[in-house]
């Protein structure tokens, strides 16, 4: 049987990740995937389909929101490859106890808030030029592998190479404990 992963979205949804194509043909021979739309789980309404209505409700209760439903739908053990906003709801989740064995964000910024780390193998991917990545300190405090990748910006697992790259990375841990 394969472990499961789950996939968690960024800020725009389902509607705006047919990118996520470039990491599920990798990662589904060796992973049970299911994909969450981070806006679904947070209940987020995507009337007004812009960044900065997004952005206001998941900071005012859709990552609270999509926390809470995330611990309700996932009761088993998983592995976790989050982008941006799903990072911190990823994140989030495990420290009110979901069952995390690997956790892999890519351009959670929104963790530089963060001042706990969960349980489990942590590995997390930033742009060299995201300029809201935390700090080297934050890093260091919390003891959390990371990756900072030269001359990237926030969204650049959006990009086909960067997703084949992590993907394999992900695939070449899958039985390291």
């Given at each position: ?52 209505s997004l952005h206001s409700q998941f900071l005012e209760r859709g990552i609270s929101t999509a926390t809470d ?109």
């Amino acid at each position: 049987m394969k472990p499961r992963l789950i996939v968690l979205s960024d800020i725009w949804g389902i509607e705006k990740s047919d990118w996520v194509v470039n990491y599920v043909k990798i990662l589904e021979t060796e992973f049970d995937i299911k994909y969450y739309d981070s806006c679904k789980l947070g209940k987020v309404s995507k009337n007004i389909y812009e960044e900065s209505s997004l952005h206001s409700q998941f900071l005012e209760r859709g990552i609270s929101t999509a926390t809470d439903r995330l611990l309700e739908l996932e009761k088993g053990k998983v592995t976790i490859l989050a982008f941006s906003i799903g990072g911190t709801i990823a994140w989030k989740a495990a420290l009110k106890g979901l069952d995390v064995n690997k956790f892999y964000a890519i351009s959670s910024t929104r963790l530089r808030y963060e001042t706990t780390k969960p349980e489990g193998c942590i590995k997390l991917f930033f742009g060299e030029y995201d300029d809201f990545k935390p700090e080297a300190n934050w890093f260091e405090q919390l003891r959390v592998d990371h990756e900072i990748s030269r001359g990237k910006k926030h969204q650049m697992y959006t990009d086909k190479n960067y997703a084949i790259k992590i993907s394999n990375e992900i695939k070449r841990r899958v039985n390291i404990q």
